[in-house]
């Protein structure tokens, strides 16, 4: 059983970076059965995949956030992070972090989320 | 991106009957690769189905997936009071992966 908790700053004024971790718990961060996901809900949007991280390196952005979005590994602390650059309060949300299994090539696991308002 | 459209927005019903919730998609979904969440106040979404069909382990049997192409929809038979939630599909026959808007299931 794979366990996901995010953490990061509720707060981010405009312009600058929103920083979050996803911990992961039960599997390692390594692995080859899941794609890390990042995955964010808001009133305005929705449902909207952020991107992902394979452990060969790989990574597959959401095209109307690809210019601003990192998303990493940490092998060390068992976890990855998303990094999401020059934000408007268009990036107020839930975020979540997600695991994409490689055989379902959905999203069965999923963090309790974390609000982020953009906010002077 | 593949747009994925819900109807209705809300289904108010009953313990007992059962809902109906579609899922329509502005291009085909390749493979018929159509997931089904459940998401409760508060909590994140939950996986029910995925490939259309497919139940995920701990789903139970009154959830029925079905679809191809551009149509899908999930059925709730005999309304349990938990499945009262909000309901949303997701496509991942192309990049990037979408979701739709969501279907309120409420008493």
């Known amino acids: 059983q794979v366990q996901l908790q995010e953490s990061g700053p509720g707060l981010v004024k405009p312009s600058q970076t929103l920083s979050l971790t996803c911990s992961v718990s039960g599997e390692s961060i390594t692995s080859d059965y899941y794609y890390w996901t990042w995955i964010r809900q808001s009133a305005g949007k929705g449902l909207e995949w952020i991107g992902r991280f394979y452990s060969t390196g790989t990574t597959n952005y959401n095209p109307s956030l690809k210019s601003r979005v990192t998303i990493s590994i940490d092998t060390s602390k068992n976890h990855f992070s998303l990094r999401l650059t020059s934000v408007t309060a268009a990036d107020s949300a839930v975020y979540y972090c997600?695991?994409?299994?490689?055989?379902?090539?959905?999203?069965?696991?999923w963090g309790q989320g974390t609000l982020v308002a953009v906010s002077p | 991106e593949t747009v994925l459209t819900q109807s209705p927005a809300t289904l108010s019903l009953s313990p007992g009957e059962t809902a109906t919730l579609s899922c329509g998609a502005s291009?085909?979904?390749?493979?018929?690769?159509v997931a089904w969440f459940q998401q409760k106040p508060g909590l994140a979404p939950r996986l029910l189905m995925y490939d259309a069909s497919s139940r995920v382990s701990g789903t139970p049997d009154r959830f029925s997936g079905r679809g191809s192409g551009t149509d899908f929809t999930l059925t709730i038979s005999r309304l349990e009071p938990e499945d009262f939630a909000v309901y949303y599909c997701q496509q991942y026959g192309s990049s990037p992966w979408t979701f739709g808007q969501g279907t309120k299931v409420e008493i």
């Open positions: 291009q085909r979904v390749s493979n018929n690769y």
């Open positions: 997600a695991t994409e299994d490689l055989q379902m090539s959905t999203f069965n696991y």
